[in-house]
């Protein structure tokens, strides 16, 4: 719950896209009791409310998505939350857990998703609710501990324009659908540029 990072991105109220997204994806395969939580829409001040934190804190799971500047903050949530539920399970992504599992796996996550995450996540999910959810290693996407060791799958493909196509919508509830001014319509992913810097 650390002051907001400023960047370009802070000057405008664009909607949210990876976890509305993933809960769409969820939502989707049946999962009912899914809530993304933004402290931007559903906080107090920008901050996650006490409301916020008895909802994370109670759930079975924990799912974070994390760019570089926002990764302090989501370890230390991990954190807390590993603290609060040590049984609860903590699955991370984002651009940051992707090129840094370790420092992910160091915090108390137990999986992360490491590039595009809707197919892998439902993947994940039915693994995880099956009677076989102690072997990963079939599923191509992700890193988790075993034994003491970093594990890391087959990277998983990149989703193709008609997959993208059938993804569902983001699922954006009232409370973020009303902190919005503007609408954001993707019809391609990632960056267009070639920069060095990168």
């Given at each position: 719950n650390g002051d907001p990072g400023i960047d370009i991105?802070?000057?405008?109220?664009?909607?949210?896209?990876?976890?509305?997204?993933?809960?769409?994806?969820?939502?989707?395969?049946?999962?009912?009791?899914?809530?993304?939580?933004n402290p931007l829409f559903h906080g107090i001040n920008g901050k996650l409310s006490q409301e916020n934190f008895r909802r994370i804190l109670s759930s079975?799971?924990?799912?974070?998505?994390?760019i570089t500047r926002t990764a302090p903050q989501s370890q230390s949530l991990i954190k807390l939350y590993k603290q609060n539920h040590p049984g609860g399970l903590v699955i991370a992504g984002g651009p940051?857990?992707?090129?840094?599992?370790?420092?992910w796996i160091d915090v108390g996550t137990d999986i992360i998703v490491m590039g595009?995450?809707?197919?892998?996540?439902?993947?994940?999910?039915?693994?995880?609710?099956?009677?076989?959810?102690?072997?990963?290693?079939?599923i191509n996407g992700?890193?988790?501990?075993?034994?003491?060791?970093?594990?890391?799958?087959?990277?998983?493909?990149?989703l193709t324009g008609d997959e993208l196509g059938q993804l569902p919508q983001p699922y954006y509830d009232?409370?973020?659908?009303?902190?919005?001014?503007?609408?954001?319509?993707?019809?391609t992913r990632g960056c267009p540029h070639d920069c060095d810097s990168c």
């Open positions: 991105y802070s000057l405008f109220s664009l909607p949210p896209r990876s976890l509305p997204t993933l809960e769409a994806v969820l939502r989707y395969s049946g999962w009912k009791d899914v809530q993304s939580i079975d799971s924990l799912l974070v998505s994390a940051d857990p992707t090129f840094r599992p370790n420092s595009e995450g809707e197919e892998t996540l439902r993947e994940l999910t039915d693994k995880l609710t099956s009677q076989d959810y102690r072997n990963l290693d079939g992700i890193a988790y501990r075993s034994n003491g060791e970093l594990k890391v799958t087959h990277p998983r493909r990149l009232q409370k973020t659908r009303a902190g919005l001014n503007v609408g954001v319509t993707e019809t």
